[in-house]
């Protein structure tokens, strides 16, 4: 069992649809991260939330903080084919902590 | 900066032998990690290195593997003897600190065990 777990693990969908990504966890996080991984690169960091609660956005990607900094979510809409790839969640238990990162969601944009 | 570099891209080897995977951080960067990669198991963290010296060692499979870091600029992780069971994507990461800091990953090895 993983100590961050992300769900759905793949998801397909048509260009323009929306799409949302979970990551959830028994454990609390001082900050949490998005990564998002290409065929044959490494991950590439998307975004850093550390306030429960928190939201950010880029551009077509919303991301959202638990209140309880237990979960986090990512939502991209009207997804287009470049937003395919792997998305990792990757959390901290502390500021000085290493990061555990999730199992990960692979998501396939069709056009 | 060039990023992180990774060599070699993709290694094959045959079960028995030594593979050695380098990686040069990112300059200024502190912390070096070391990754794998597989379906299986996701990304897991084998190692990371804070000023040149391991910190955390506690992911590294058995002790076949061992990893070095001679200087800030330069760090290799050697499997000795290998398994097919080793094939993974490694990943080198380096960053300033821990915790909400990014990590910025290489392209990764592509090791493959026969």
């Known amino acids: 069992t993983q100590l961050l777990e992300q769900s759905p693990q793949f998801l397909s969908i048509q260009e323009g649809e929306n799409l949302t990504v979970y990551c959830n966890s028994s454990?609390?996080?001082?900050?949490l991260q998005w990564y998002r991984q290409e065929p044959g690169e490494g991950p590439v960091l998307l975004v850093t939330?550390?306030?429960?609660?928190e939201v950010k956005k880029l551009k077509r990607l919303t991301f959202q903080f638990g209140d309880a900094r237990k979960d986090s979510s990512l939502h991209i809409t009207a997804a287009q084919p470049g937003d395919t790839g792997l998305y990792l969640c990757?959390?901290?238990?502390?500021?000085?902590?290493?990061?555990?990162f999730g199992g990960g969601t692979r998501v396939l944009v069709k056009p | 900066d060039a990023g992180v570099i990774q060599s070699p891209r993709h290694e094959v080897t045959e079960m028995g032998q030594e593979v050695t995977l380098r990686c040069k951080p990112i300059?200024?960067?502190?912390?070096l990690f070391w990754y794998r990669q597989t379906m299986m198991r996701g990304l897991e963290l084998l190692i990371y290195?804070?000023?040149?010296?391991?910190?955390?060692d506690s992911g590294m499979p058995e002790d076949r593997f061992s990893a070095k870091m001679p200087n800030a600029s330069f760090s290799t992780l050697k499997i000795q003897p290998s398994e097919p069971r080793d094939s993974a994507v490694y990943f080198c990461?380096?960053?300033?600190?821990?915790?909400?800091?990014?990590?910025?990953f290489g392209p990764g090895t592509r090791l493959t065990v026969t």
């Open positions: 990461a380096s960053s300033l600190g821990l915790g909400l800091y990014e990590q910025y």
């Open positions: 454990s609390v996080f001082s900050s």
């Open positions: 939330v550390v306030t429960g609660g």
């Open positions: 990757a959390g901290a238990k502390a500021a000085g902590n290493k990061l555990t």
């Open positions: 300059s200024g960067h502190d912390y």
């Open positions: 290195f804070n000023n040149n010296v391991p910190i955390d």
